[in-house]
T-cell receptor, first 111, second 115 residues
Framework: SQQGEEDPQALSIQEGENATMNCSYK?????LQWYRQNSGRGLVHLIL?????REKHSGRLRVTLDTSKKSSSLLITASRAADTASYFC???????????FGKGTRLSVIA | KAGVTQTPRYLIKTRGQQVTLSCSPI?????VSWYQQTPGQGLQFLFE???????NKGNFPGRFSGRQFSNSRSEMNVSTLELGDSALYLC??????????????FGPGTRLTVT
């Protein structure tokens, strides 16, 4: 069963705008990760945030984590057409348990 | 470093047949995980192998099995294929002992179609 639920399911924006995707989860976590998947291909790891962290940055990506609300957000600034992809959050609640993925947000960036 | 490779990339099988998919992890990675991705169920964890031992198993029937070899390469097998087994099967490797505390590196996937 899915642990994370992304919101919205689909998002369409113009190039240059910011894109925000949200993820909610149900149980306590060790860390939360965001992945990107281009149409029908493998996933690419974007960023990992640990449960004791509140915010992380990587290039144009900003991730926040609110463990009290069991939620995370991924912000992509100054989006590009190449950012068009599905974005998944994934959580794990200990060092040796499997990652559990949400169903993803489909982002379309229109040039 | 070469990435995770999966073979074959595409496969068409008939109901009732069996299939074996192969995954070669990044050199030095000892953990290999398998996922099934379908439009309806999303990404679902199948199993994880670490040093030739199955360390975690998802909620799939016994028709789904896997193994890992001493060189960390892994195979998964699906017997008595059903139409619902049509999916993208993804393999991911990780280098850490607590594999899922760290990022996973995914292969391109094997697209299995069961007719």
């Amino acid at each position: 069963s899915q642990q994370g639920e992304e919101d919205p399911q689909a998002l369409s924006i113009q190039e240059g705008e910011n894109a925000t995707m949200n993820c909610s989860y149900k149980t306590s976590i060790n860390n939360l990760q965001w992945y990107r998947q281009n149409s029908g291909r493998g996933l690419v790891h974007l960023i990992l945030i640990r449960s004791n962290e509140r915010e992380k940055h990587s290039g144009r990506l900003r991730v926040t984590l609110d463990t009290s609300k069991k939620s995370s957000s991924l912000l992509i600034t100054a989006s590009r057409a190449a950012d068009t992809a599905s974005y998944f959050c994934a959580t794990t609640n200990s060092g040796n348990t499997p990652l559990v993925f949400g169903k993803g947000t489909r982002l379309s960036v229109i040039a | 470093k070469a990435g995770v490779t999966q073979t074959p990339r595409y496969l068409i099988k008939t109901r009732g047949q069996q299939v074996t998919l192969s995954c070669s992890p990044i050199s030095g990675h000892r953990s290999v995980s398998w996922y099934q991705q379908t439009p309806g169920q999303g990404l679902q964890f199948l199993f994880e192998y670490f040093s030739e031992t199955q360390r975690n198993k998802g909620n799939f029937p016994g028709r789904f099995s896997g193994r890992q070899f001493s060189n960390s390469r892994s195979e998964m097998n699906v017997s008595t294929l059903e139409l619902g087994d049509s999916a993208l099967y993804l393999c991911a490797s990780s280098g850490a002992m607590g594999a899922n505390s760290y990022e996973q590196y995914f292969g391109p996937g094997t697209r299995l179609t069961v007719t």
